[in-house]
């Protein structure tokens, strides 16, 4: 098993190497060392734990073909998350298609309160992100937590800039109206029990 302290890098280089050789061993100990960041990746993208499984094979299977092509002098696990996050990317591209949804070019972004976020457990937070639309979901993912900004999604997507946008505000309200039922029940000390997905 790889370990996580300065020797631990040393270890998974090897295992890197070891996979560019399709070695087994070290295959299966970079699936288990990252297995956790990459699912937790999957599941903000899926609609349930078993599409997130599925990408996640995907995705380490693209790891393994493309192994080679990876910088040593480079950090691993971004790397590997970007693949991962591509490989979601695809899955949603493969299923779904983006429709009905308007054209922003400007709007005023919705400012969220941490108050909240702060009160609810990090699986709640997952369960409230994957009831939102697969389009609304991919994109709030990609600019609120990936990182990347509304030209880019939109390359990624095949979408417009603006429909990015328009994605991400009606992400954000969504977000909203959840968070304040479960703010409502908080404040009233009831115990937040979401039970959004019956697949997670």
């Given at each position: 098993?790889?370990?996580?302290?300065?020797?631990?890098?040393?270890?998974?280089?090897?295992?890197?190497?070891?996979?560019?050789?399709?070695?087994?061993?070290?295959?299966?100990?970079?699936?288990?060392?990252?297995?956790?960041?990459?699912?937790?990746?999957?599941?903000?993208?899926?609609?349930?734990?078993?599409?997130?499984?599925?990408?996640?094979?995907?995705?380490?299977?693209?790891?393994?073909?493309?192994?080679?092509?990876?910088?040593?002098?480079?950090?691993?696990?971004?790397?590997?998350?970007r693949?991962i996050?591509?490989?979601?990317?695809?899955?949603?591209?493969?299923?779904?298609?983006?429709?009905?949804h308007?054209?922003?070019?400007?709007?005023?972004?919705?400012?969220?309160?941490?108050?909240?976020?702060?009160?609810?457990?990090?699986?709640?937070?997952?369960?409230?992100?994957?009831?939102?639309?697969?389009?609304?979901?991919?994109?709030?993912?990609?600019?609120?937590?990936?990182?990347?900004?509304?030209?880019?999604?939109?390359q990624?997507?095949?979408?417009?800039?603006?429909?990015?946008?328009?994605?991400?505000?009606?992400?954000?309200?969504?977000?909203?109206?959840?968070?304040?039922?479960?703010?409502?029940?908080?404040?009233?000390?009831?115990?937040?029990?979401?039970?959004?997905?019956?697949?997670?």
């Amino acid at each position: 098993m790889l370990t996580t302290n300065r020797d631990g890098e040393t270890i998974i280089l090897q295992h890197i190497q070891g996979c560019t050789r399709n070695e087994r061993e070290s295959q299966q100990a970079l699936y288990k060392h990252f297995y956790g960041f990459a699912m937790a990746i999957c599941l903000r993208y899926a609609n349930n734990r078993s599409d997130a499984s599925g990408i996640l094979n995907d995705g380490f299977f693209k790891v393994f073909t493309n192994i080679a092509k990876y910088e040593e002098n480079k950090p691993f696990k971004p790397w590997l998350g970007r693949i991962i996050t591509n490989t979601a990317i695809d899955h949603y591209r493969a299923n779904l298609k983006f429709s009905d949804h308007l054209d922003i070019n400007d709007h005023e972004d919705i400012i969220q309160e941490n108050t909240v976020y702060d009160k609810l457990a990090y699986n709640d937070l997952l369960l409230l992100i994957q009831n939102l639309s697969p389009a609304y979901r991919t994109v709030f993912n990609l600019y609120a937590i990936d990182g990347y900004g509304h030209e880019e999604i939109g390359q990624m997507l095949n979408i417009s800039a603006g429909t990015s946008k328009s994605n991400l505000f009606k992400a954000r309200q969504k977000l909203q109206e959840m968070l304040k039922i479960a703010e409502q029940h908080l404040s009233n000390g009831e115990v937040v029990q979401l039970k959004l997905n019956t697949n997670i």
